[in-house]
């Protein structure tokens, strides 16, 4: 059934004053003033990223200070009226690995494979699980941020990557049962056929879907920062997640989505967000939206992508962008209720990601199926098929399904 509760509307959690080094020089007033920023948009939630290696340096150290600054982002996260999500291992964040130094050098050994390692993570994981959960604003813990951005370093195999995340998810379920626990991977869990991160493990695994939106990834080449593959690339992810689901009714987070340069011009983000949030809204399986991120990257620091400087909805001094406004102007319409969800068409899709994850290149961005997916999108909301599904009633009844169409 499609789902029934307002979309959430949150930011990740981007520190202006020092980036995520912030977390080593903590000081409250500044994350105070950074959440009153989002909370000013109308906004609901926030995710978070501890450092992992400053939080557990050593396999068998987890530092309380850590835990207790986080504890204390958190609670400042309530008094501005935002709930948490957490994720654990950072892990990936802006094209920087942070990762702890029993994991590199002559220690060198795969995060996802080796035993003691993933011991020790296991160990994190409780640990930091177990004092988020007590906090009444926290809703979620993410096992990490795009943790499939750390193949190829940490080598690993497709039955390995999922056990390594369902046995992470059972440690957080059981020591916070009452949070949601989620799986984060970048899309070419998606789209690239040999990635050992596969598509199952996004619908399977952690308590709903989330899917992280980049236009950078090929989307923008397409038809330009407005263009129609351009401003759906979410929702066509969105999509793709719920048709790969066996639950017609598991809700799909877009984690991630942003504006970046200079596949979306300045002078393009309002609009780009505009038309991005307009799109996904009317999808069913929504559940909510995470801006990416919440500040910008101070130009003093060195070493970034040239696109992760400006990716925020506030400046470093906490200057309300265009973008900004276009997502409290969404939060806004969407905070109190969704309209009924509108039966729609679907196009038929011949990859069943989840039995041949090696076909993942047929549904990439400016391939042939998504090509027809973003002609018919333009009419209206359009859901996708697979065909082991496309003759079940009750299906696509639950998913608001009332015809199935095939690529012309």
Same mark, same amino acid.
């Given at each position: 059934?499609?789902?029934? #509760?307002?979309?959430?509307?949150?930011?990740?959690?981007?520190?202006?004053?020092?980036?995520?080094?912030?977390?080593?020089?903590?000081?409250?007033?500044?994350?105070?003033?950074?959440?009153?920023?989002?909370?000013?948009?109308?906004?609901?939630?926030?995710?978070?990223?501890?450092?992992?290696?400053?939080?557990?340096?050593?396999?068998?150290?987890?530092?309380?200070?850590?835990?207790?600054?986080?504890?204390?982002?958190?609670?400042?996260?309530?008094?501005?009226?935002?709930?948490?999500?957490?994720?654990?291992?950072?892990?990936?964040?802006?094209?920087?690995?942070?990762?702890?130094?029993?994991?590199?050098?002559?220690?060198?050994?795969?995060?996802?494979?080796?035993?003691?390692?993933?011991?020790?993570?296991?160990?994190?994981?409780?640990?930091?699980?177990?004092?988020?959960?007590?906090?009444?604003?926290?809703?979620?813990?993410?096992?990490?941020?795009?943790?499939?951005?750390?193949?190829?370093?940490?080598?690993?195999?497709?039955?390995?990557?999922?056990?390594?995340?369902?046995?992470?998810?059972?440690?957080?379920?059981?020591?916070?049962?009452?949070?949601?626990?989620?799986?984060?991977?970048?899309?070419?869990?998606?789209?690239?056929?040999?990635?050992?991160?596969?598509?199952?493990?996004?619908?399977?695994?952690?308590?709903?879907?989330?899917?992280?939106?980049?236009?950078?990834?090929?989307?923008?080449?397409?038809?330009?920062?407005?263009?129609?593959?351009?401003?759906?690339?979410?929702?066509?992810?969105?999509?793709?997640?719920?048709?790969?689901?066996?639950?017609?009714?598991?809700?799909?987070?877009?984690?991630?989505?942003?504006?970046?340069?200079?596949?979306?011009?300045?002078?393009?983000?309002?609009?780009?967000?505009?038309?991005?949030?307009?799109?996904?809204?009317?999808?069913?399986?929504?559940?909510?939206?995470?801006?990416?991120?919440?500040?910008?990257?101070?130009?003093?620091?060195?070493?970034?992508?040239?696109?992760?400087?400006?990716?925020?909805?506030?400046?470093?001094?906490?200057?309300?962008?265009?973008?900004?406004?276009?997502?409290?102007?969404?939060?806004?319409? #969407?905070?109190?209720?969704?309209?009924?969800?509108?039966?729609?068409?679907?196009?038929?899709?011949?990859?069943?990601?989840?039995?041949?994850?090696?076909?993942?290149?047929?549904?990439?961005?400016?391939?042939?199926?998504?090509?027809?997916?973003?002609?018919?999108?333009?009419?209206?909301?359009?859901?996708?098929?697979?065909?082991?599904?496309?003759?079940?009633?009750?299906?696509?009844?639950?998913?608001?399904?009332?015809?199935?169409?095939?690529?012309?």
């Amino acid at each position: 059934m499609p789902l029934s #509760h307002p979309i959430r509307f949150g930011a990740n959690y981007v520190p202006p004053a020092g980036w995520f080094h912030g977390w080593l020089d903590f000081s409250p007033d500044s994350v105070r003033r950074d959440l009153d920023d989002l909370a000013g948009l109308g906004l609901d939630h926030v995710r978070v990223f501890p450092i992992w290696p400053w939080i557990q340096p050593n396999r068998a150290l987890i530092r309380q200070q850590g835990i207790d600054d986080l504890l204390q982002v958190i609670d400042i996260a309530a008094e501005s009226g935002l709930s948490v999500a957490v994720d654990l291992l950072q892990g990936h964040l802006s094209s920087f690995d942070f990762l702890p130094s029993w994991v590199l050098t002559w220690h060198e050994r795969s995060l996802f494979t080796d035993p003691e390692v993933r011991d020790g993570i296991a160990a994190y994981a409780d640990r930091v699980a177990r004092a988020v959960g007590e906090r009444d604003n926290v809703f979620a813990v993410t096992l990490g941020n795009e943790v499939n951005n750390l193949y190829p370093a940490n080598p690993t195999t497709p039955e390995a990557s999922t056990r390594w995340a369902a046995e992470l998810i059972d440690v957080v379920r059981a020591a916070a049962p009452h949070l949601l626990c989620l799986h984060s991977l970048y899309d070419a869990s998606w789209y690239d056929p040999g990635h050992p991160f596969r598509p199952a493990d996004n619908v399977d695994l952690g308590d709903l879907t989330t899917v992280h939106s980049w236009v950078f990834n090929g989307v923008s080449a397409v038809d330009g920062p407005l263009g129609p593959a351009t401003v759906t690339h979410a929702d066509y992810l969105v999509e793709l997640a719920a048709a790969t689901s066996p639950d017609p009714a598991r809700p799909v987070w877009l984690q991630e989505v942003g504006a970046p340069r200079p596949d979306v011009p300045q002078a393009d983000a309002a609009e780009f967000t505009r038309r991005t949030l307009d799109a996904v809204t009317a999808n069913p399986a929504l559940w909510g939206v995470t801006w990416w991120c919440s500040h910008d990257v101070d130009r003093s620091l060195a070493d970034f992508p040239a696109r992760e400087y400006d990716l925020g909805l506030f400046t470093v001094d906490h200057r309300a962008k265009p973008a900004a406004r276009a997502l409290a102007s969404a939060a806004e319409a #969407h905070r109190r209720s969704r309209p009924p969800a509108a039966r729609r068409p679907a196009l038929l899709c011949e990859v069943d990601l989840r039995a041949e994850p090696e076909r993942r290149a047929e549904v990439a961005p400016g391939g042939a199926f998504h090509t027809e997916w973003v002609r018919l999108r333009q009419a209206g909301p359009l859901a996708i098929v697979t065909r082991s599904r496309a003759a079940d009633s009750g299906y696509l009844a639950a998913r608001g399904i009332d015809a199935v169409l095939t690529e012309t």
